[in-house]
């Protein structure tokens, strides 16, 4: 079993079951460990400008699934693994109930 722990500039670490840190290298970390001449021939076929502008549109891609995979990871290790069928909110008051309906007071105004 994974344990998280806080760490002290605010990161979460991973730990096993022997309390052994987890070290997982980033995905950036890993793609910019080797040379790709593929990349550089895509750079030069539609030109750096607008390389760069799809370079960051996939990195704001990259950073929203990075952060919505946190949350998701976070709140299933604060409340456990969701029930077979159900999506895994991050608020309380926002679980479906057995109906499928939120429990939420704005939704019921619906």
């Known amino acids: 079993m994974i344990t998280w722990k806080q760490g002290y500039y605010g990161w979460w670490n991973a730990y096993d079951e022997k309390g052994t840190k987890l070290v997982v290298p980033s995905v950036s970390k ?3 460990s080797k040379d790709d001449p593929e990349l550089d021939n895509w750079i030069e076929e539609v030109g750096e400008e607008a390389a760069k502008r799809i370079m960051k549109l996939a990195a704001d891609r990259g950073t929203v699934l990075h952060t919505y995979m ?11 693994q969701p ?8 608020k309380e ?6 109906k499928g309906r939120h429990s939420n007071k704005a939704n019921r105004n619906r």
């Open 83 to 90: 029930r077979k069928g159900y999506a895994l909110h991050t």
């Open 70 to 80: 946190e949350n998701y990871f976070l709140a299933w290790a604060k409340k456990g």
């Open 93 to 98: 008051d926002n679980r479906p109930n057995q």
């Open 30 to 32: 890993v793609v910019d």
